[in-house]
Each structure stands twice: as C-alpha cells, then as structure tokens.
C-alpha cells in the first residue's frame, strides 16, 4: 500500500489560516473615525487584532485647543458613576503630544476622559491616531450637535487669524461658506447684543444675525428694546421688531 503520510501534512497556508485571529473591534459609532489608524497604526498591539490600548489617564492631556469647552457637570457624574459598573465601552482616540514626549492628546472622548477621571479610573481605552486635526474634532461635534454657537465662532476665529480663508474653514468643517459667515459675526457684536448673547438670553445664530442687521440702522431703538429683560429673543419678536423698525 502507497505511503500517503505527505499527502495529510497541512500545508503553510493552512497553519497560517488557523492561527490567523479573530479581530473585534468592539467599535460604536464613535470609533469609525479610527478605522484608518487600526490598518496600519504604530499603536496597535502585536498579533494585529486591533484591539483598543489601555492608556494611562496620568499620561493624557486634554487639546487646549479643543472646540467644546463646556461640559455639563450632571452629565458627567452621571456618565462617571456608568464607568464606574461597567468600564468605557467606546475607546476615545488621542495622537502623541508634540510638546511632550511620551504623552498625548485627546482627538475625541474628553468627557469619556472627564468622567473616567471621576470614577478613579487609571487607564482607558483608546487608539492612537497621530492623523488628526482641530477640523476633525469640529466636525464630530458639529454631528452630534455638541458645540455651541461661540465654540464654534472661536474655532472659526482661531482658522482666520492663521491665515485661512472664510471658504477654506467652510469647506474643512463640510458647512456652507454662509454658515461660516453668520459665526464670524459673533465674534465682533456690538454691546447690546453681545451682553444678550454671552448672557445665553440669545443662543439662535439667526436671531443674533438678524439684531446686527437691525442694529445697524436702528442703534438706540435695538438697544432700548434689548434692555427689556422680560422681551423673549426669538427669530417671531426680531422679525416683528425688525418689521416695526422699518414702518417707523
């Protein structure tokens, strides 16, 4: 009888087929801007299952230049105390700090960073992505509506002062150049209107542009009118205002 034994051995391709692992990611939404980072990043673990990292806390820093700047504190207690039973589920994505070795910045996750500090955590998971830009983080908030209306004028702000023009930012955040322009004009309100809006008695883009408009024609009447505490700011009462103005 022939001697078959070669003929069974598994072949190379096979051995490697078996040994290949399994890779999940475990990604929400929120991680589908690191899908670039897991196919070939530095960061991911040997094996090359894409596995999140566990990063030290103590070694992240969050960007100063982030464009959220406010965070609400029940939230955050709250999303601490989840953290606390059950870990973070979606991984945040840092980049390396240039001004510090061997520390990072945060791309996005900062109040998954925030809370975690709450609950003591020492490490979090997250990716390394050393491809991100200040664009990138307006643009995840902008779709999760997480920025308001002055972050993301000062964002805009910061954009022109280095030089980039109106189309430039609007086409980098994926806004109408028109967008971009209703928040440049908060960055220089007049008086009236900008003790309304930083007071958060006016938070309607649209309303503070209609006020400018009616302010410069009208200064004095504008005024008068928003030194009324009980005069609700909507895009109905400057349309009537606006309306009455132009009668007069």
Known sequence: MADNTEDKK????????????????GLGLEGLGDLSSLLASPAAPEGGSGAPLELELALIDEDPNQPRKQFDENSLAEMAETIRERGVKTPISVRPNP??????????????????????????????????????????NLQRDALTAREIADYIGRELANGKKKGEIAKAISKSPAFVTQHVTLLDLPDPIAEAFNSGRAKDVTVI???????????????????????ELTRGSVKLLREFLDDK
């Open 209 to 231: 542009n209609e006020l400018v408009t009616a302010y410069k024609k009208n200064p004095d009447e504008v005024a008068a009118w928003l030194a009324d505490d009980s005069q």
């Open 99 to 140: 001004k510090v070795e061997g520390r990072y910045l945060i791309n996005h996750g900062a109040r998954r960073y925030r809370a975690s500090l709450l609950a003591e955590k020492v490490t979090i998971p997250g990716f390394i992505d050393p491809d991100y830009t200040e664009a990138d983080q307006v643009i995840e």
């Open 10 to 25: 598994p072949g190379k391709s096979s051995t490697k087929a078996a040994q290949k692992p399994t890779q999940n990611t």
